[in-house]
């Protein structure tokens, strides 16, 4: 049903003065895609949403939402996507049934069905003055307003924020079925086990620089990550040598750990012929290697 | 005892209004000297005893003391006490409200040492101020080739030192106890304004004269510290008062659970919690105030209506029959007023009730009460929700920014317009009890007109908050100037090479057509309006291309 990428943006350039705070950013995120876009605070993720939502404009470069140009159409756009701002404010003096009241007026069309379900999955309290919710209590509302009108595209700046874990599990299966419908989600986050669980694809930004953009399930693949052997006598690290894509091998009477980058199943095959072998552990390819990898990168290159 | 950080930055945090307000209030003593400068002073020994109660003009002042009093004992002293007594409010309640108070008290300090800190920044900053004052009462008569008149400015000012800091300390207990802020400085102000009205109308009143002794605002000046220097049993009854104060303060403050971050329950949320006004109540204050942006808009400053609407509605009824009172006296004298006098009220006939309503309710009052509306309204438009930073979260539904302006600036429009009639009804109820027969229309007409000249500056402030984000920037700017555009107005015409630029002013487009007398003047209705819609209509461009601000 939707064709055009959820968003595009074209040699993105916003300056602050003599500050560079993004750099002709070149990004697609694609329709029916949860994409999470990574850095560091101060990276350029919030010049990024705000530019692309028209709060402020850029120095160079354009932005397509949906096939809509950000600027000229902007108001267009806006009826199609839900938006939840990093550090969220809202209106104190307003209960969270009010405030969604407020912004459903101004949206037109919101299922107030719906809105009971998000409640209800949030377990958000819609009666209290948002004043005298606690900061995880009015990101809910924040949530919920977002997602409320059912928006083609969803942006999120940094949305767990203060959400107890039960509660960001429920918000990232309702990320992974706003993409299952087809509709798209942009993901800012410096939280990288969220990014990893529920997005698709990844971009990474650093110093207003667009630095990768990657299929999770492939950085994951061609990721270093640890393997731990326990064997039945002591063994030495020498086992372990010479096998390709092995590094960084330490072994401790009966225990060896080591870095392993490729297929698990070329690791196993070196190593069955030893059959003191009494369990394996994995560590899962982590994000957090991957992104301090690339940061690294940058730094030497730079 | 004290906390030398909390102590400093409080004084950080609060010297530049202070300062703004003295500033100011020192320019207008300037204006008001040179105008009144080289005046026949011999009026002044003519001058009725009420005349001099209300304007508060010590006897023998002369112009100096003209000056003085018209700067530094109604106005000035008001501008210095609300700048007191909000300090006094936000001392305690201010951090609650602010969520800070949990973070200041994490610290090895306790609650007490917080207030008197409070307190010592506040007296530091009255003191302050009071300083800027003093020395403009020496500079400007040099200034202006005058001289002082042999006034005893020292007393005076001590005077307005002790009753600012009394204000202070009076919100700083209410603060205290409630931790609410705004009910602090409300109920302050209003127990500062009334009294300052009490004390100035009553004793005209026989039978009255003593009434005024309950009232803090008797004691600050009395005694005529301007002319007797320092009433020490008058200041003395304030310092007790303070005392008593402080101690209620001290009391409230260790007695009490500390709000946290707490959000102000207001009569409405206190309606929509009762079982029996809920159904009507979830409209009201639900549904209603949500249903857009101008009804959100006028809902958030329902408070601020509501207040400036009981303050005119109140002032206009009573000012009625106090005509009645004091009417034998104003035939006899009114001849006698020069015209530096007779400009401030845009020369009216005080023996007409409709000259006595010009002076006492339209010339200074409503132009006050009405600008405070719309330059608080239209500085918070756009400004105020970027300070919040909600402006993001509005603004990514799907409406357009010059909608949230004209929105935002329709909701202005509706607020004032309801305070304009409420001043306009008031005025009618008056007349029909002092029996007074003022026209209706002409009334009308002045109320529109009113209306009008708070919507230029309104309009203003609500253009430079678009083009800048910042609400101080937008209330100081447009206050500025409504400032030098009322004493352009004032003073001007009093010289003959000055007169025409009075019409520069868009407060001569309010009261020249007389139009308590004449009705509505359509043209200079059409000037006012014409800027007032220049300003919203330059508001929408400016908001349009900017960069929307991230944090206040």
């Keep these: 049903m939707i064709h055009d990428p959820a968003i595009e943006t074209t040699g993105l350039t916003k300056h602050y003065g003599d500050v560079e705070a993004l750099v002709a950013l070149d990004l697609e995120v694609r329709a029916g895609e949860v994409f999470g876009f990574l850095g560091p605070n101060g990276a350029g993720k919030t010049t990024t949403i705000r530019t692309i939502l028209d709060e402020i404009f850029p120095t160079a470069g354009s932005a397509r939402i949906l096939g809509m140009d950000t600027h000229a159409q902007s108001v267009a756009i806006r009826r199609r996507i839900g938006y939840v701002p990093g550090d969220l404010s809202m209106y104190p003096n307003l209960t969270g049934r009010d405030t969604l009241t407020y912004f459903a007026n101004l949206r037109g069309g919101v299922d107030w069905d719906y809105v009971g379900d998000l409640a209800d999955r949030l377990a958000a309290d819609l009666d209290k003055k948002v004043g005298d919710l606690s900061s995880g209590n009015r990101q809910k509302v924040g949530l919920i307003q977002a997602f409320m009108s059912k928006p083609d595209l969803l942006v999120m700046d940094e949305p767990s924020s203060g959400l107890d874990p039960l509660v960001q599990r429920e918000f990232q299966a309702m990320m992974r079925e706003v993409a299952a419908e ?97 369990d394996v552990t994995t560590h899962e390819a982590d994000l957090e290697e991957i992104f301090l990898t690339y940061y690294r990168d940058e730094e030497e290159t730079a | 005892m004290m906390l030398a950080n909390v102590y400093t930055k409080t004084i950080l945090d609060r010297w530049k209004g202070m300062a703004i307000a003295a500033g100011g209030m020192a320019l207008m003593l300037w204006f008001a000297m040179a105008a009144y400068n080289g005046i026949d002073t011999d009026f002044f020994d003519r001058m009725p005893e009420f005349w001099r109660a209300l304007a508060n003009i010590p006897e023998g002042g002369g112009v100096t003391g003209l000056a003085y009093s018209a700067m530094f004992a109604s106005y000035g002293a008001l501008a210095v006490g609300s700048l007191a007594l909000s300090m006094g409010a936000a001392s305690i309640a201010g951090e609650e409200r602010d969520g800070t108070i949990g973070l200041l008290l994490a610290n090895p300090v306790s609650r007490v040492r917080v207030l008197l800190s409070k307190l010592g920044s506040l007296v530091t900053v009255v003191a302050g101020g009071v300083l800027v004052l003093w020395g403009a009462a020496y500079l400007v008569p040099v200034l202006v080739g005058t001289d002082t008149g042999g006034m005893d400015i020292a007393a005076l000012m001590v005077h307005l030192v002790v009753v600012s800091v009394f204000f202070g300390a009076m919100a700083m207990a209410i603060g205290a106890w409630t931790g609410n802020r705004g009910l602090a400085s409300g109920a302050t102000a209003g127990v500062m304004v009334v009294s300052f009205i009490v ?217 004032v317009l309801v305070v304009a009639f409420l001043t306009f009804a008031g005025t009618i109820g008056g007349s029909l009890i002092a029996n007074l027969g003022m026209g209706y229309w002409n009334v009308a007409a002045t109320s529109l007109l009113g209306m009008m000249l708070a919507l230029v500056f309104g309009a203003l402030a609500l253009a430079i908050g678009a083009a800048t984000g910042r609400v101080k920037t937008a209330v100081y700017g447009s206050a500025g100037v409504a400032l030098t555009a009322y004493v352009a107005n004032v003073y001007f015409p009093l010289s003959d090479s000055l007169a025409g630029f009075a019409k520069w002013s868009p407060f001569y487009y309010f009261l020249a057509g007389d139009p308590l007398n004449q009705g509505m003047n359509w043209v200079h209705f059409g000037v006012l309006a014409g800027l007032a819609a220049l300003c919203f209509a330059a508001a929408v461009p400016l908001f349009q291309r900017r960069d929307l601000r991230q944090t206040g």
């Design chain 1, 182 to 278: 087809g509709r798209s989600v942009f993901l800012s986050s410096h939280t990288l086990s969220e990014v990893q669980r529920v997005a698709d694809r990844v971009g990474i930004i650093r110093t207003g620089h667009l630095i990768a953009v990657e299929a999770v399930a492939e950085l994951r693949a061609r990721s270093k990550r640890r393997i731990e052997f326990q064997f039945g006598s002591p063994v030495e690290a020498s086992l372990f040598e010479g096998i390709d894509g092995v590094t960084d091998v330490q072994a401790l009477r009966r225990r060896v750990m080591l870095s392993y980058e490729g297929h698990i199943g070329a690791l196993l095959h070196a190593v069955a012929g030893h059959n003191d072998i009494v």
């Design chain 2, 199 to 415: 004390t100035g109308l009553l004793p005209l009143v026989s039978g009255w004269e003593s009434v005024p002794k309950a009232f803090p605002w008797y004691y600050y000046d009395a005694a005529e510290p301007l002319i007797n220097g320092i009433g020490w049993f008058h200041l003395s009854v304030l310092l007790a008062g303070i005392v008593v104060l402080l101690a209620l303060a001290v009391i409230g403050v260790r007695r009490r659970d500390l709000e946290e971050h707490s959000v102000a329950v207001t009569m409405l949320d206190r309606l929509r919690a009762n079982p029996r006004t809920r159904k009507i109540m979830e409209k009201v204050a639900g549904s209603a105030r949500v249903s857009g942006i101008t009804a959100k808009a006028v809902s958030d400053h329902q408070t601020l209506m509501i207040v400036v609407s009981y303050v005119m509605v109140l002032m206009a009824l009573f000012i009625g029959p106090f005509y009645r009172l004091v009417d034998d006296m104003l035939v006899d004298f009114a001849k006698q007023f020069p015209d530096a006098i007779l400009s401030m009220v845009g020369f009216a006939d005080l023996t007409t009730p409709e000259g006595w309503y010009q002076t006492e309710v339209f010339s200074l009052s409503l132009p006050i009460a009405f600008l405070a509306v719309t330059l608080t309204m239209g500085a918070k438009a756009l400004a105020g929700e970027e300070a919040d930073r909600t402006m993001g979260l509005l603004l990514s539904n799907p409406v357009s920014r010059s909608r949230v302006v004209l929105g935002k600036a329709a909701a202005m429009v509706g607020v």
